[in-house]
């Protein structure tokens, strides 16, 4: 195994794998007076829910401080429809609730505005955007949209958009890749199979991930190269066996080495055809529920 196999795998032993920092959140309580009643009480009134449970939990892996916990506190209630379109945000409503201050607040909004999701007018207020409006290709709204309500349709969506990217990529890719490119790709092959025979399924997904987002990459496409997180979004939070390598098993394995080996070549239609194969559905696994992606 070479030196960068060697240090990836080190490094992704060394990580949390639990993705949870409990008591993170916890640190910021909620205020125990309500807050005045706008169109009703706010989402956030009452017991926690499910979703308010994940969100606790990815939070605690992003180390982003109040304003990323906020952010992602606040999409997740947006994209599950706990806050529906056209619903009103009250600045000082949010700040007193999660007892932040006016500037997390508004730096907070900002962001959830660049993604579409709210909409920030004078003498209007910032309200919640329909999900037309939404930047779907956002790896953080694909994360929202995969821990809420819409979790099936967010699989499906990311399969087939994946199986519209991946195979062209991989064609286009065939001969583009420099010496030390190819190197990597077989690296990150070698980095899986190894993590296979460990049972490590952490180490298998990144190396995975950073297989297909490094293809994407060297397609010499730079539209591609734009989607290339995308994927790597859809790779972390598909919620379970949607593709050949969603889970470590021999046959993924062996298509991710044809698909190296038919780059090498120069082989643009026997690299597409291998990441077909790869991603070709696998209906009669049984689905789970995905876990945060790591920041």
């Not at 993170?24 to 308010?52: I, N, Q």
Request: glycine residues 10%.
């Amino acid at each position: 195994m070479t030196t960068l196999a060697h240090s990836m795998m080190t490094a992704a032993r060394s990580a949390d794998s639990g993705l949870t920092n409990p008591g993170e959140l916890d640190r910021y309580p909620y205020a125990e007076t309500p807050a005045v009643d706008r169109l009703g009480a706010p989402a956030w009134e009452g017991a926690e829910s499910e979703l308010g449970r994940v969100g606790r939990r990815a939070t605690g892996s992003r180390g982003r401080g109040l304003h990323g916990q906020l952010v992602q506190q606040l999409g997740q209630m947006i994209v599950s429809g706990d806050l529906g379109a056209d619903r009103p945000l009250v600045p000082e409503e949010i700040g007193q609730r999660f007892e932040v201050s006016r500037t997390v607040v508004r730096e907070s909004l900002r962001v959830l505005e660049a993604k579409g999701l709210v909409s920030a007018r004078p003498n209007v207020g910032t309200r919640v955007r329909p999900v037309s409006d939404w930047n779907l290709l956002d790896p953080d709204i694909i994360e929202w949209r995969a821990f809420g309500p819409q979790r099936d349709d967010q699989r499906r969506e990311l399969s087939e958009l994946r199986s519209t990217i991946e195979p062209l990529a991989a064609r286009l890719a065939a001969g583009h890749g420099r010496e030390e490119v190819q190197q990597r790709l077989s690296d990150m092959v070698g980095i899986m199979g190894h993590a296979m025979q460990q049972g490590d399924a952490l180490t298998f997904s990144r190396a995975d991930a950073e297989f297909h987002t490094l293809l994407i990459q060297i397609a010499g496409n730079r539209m591609l190269d734009h989607l290339s997180g995308i994927v790597s979004a859809a790779l972390h939070v598909s919620g379970g066996p949607v593709t050949g390598c969603d889970r470590p098993n021999d046959v993924s394995l062996a298509q991710h080495g044809r698909i190296v080996d038919a780059l090498a070549a120069g082989d643009g239609a026997a690299a597409e055809a291998a990441m077909r194969q790869l991603l070709t559905t696998h209906p009669e696994v049984e689905r789970v529920v995905p876990a945060p992606r790591e920041h």
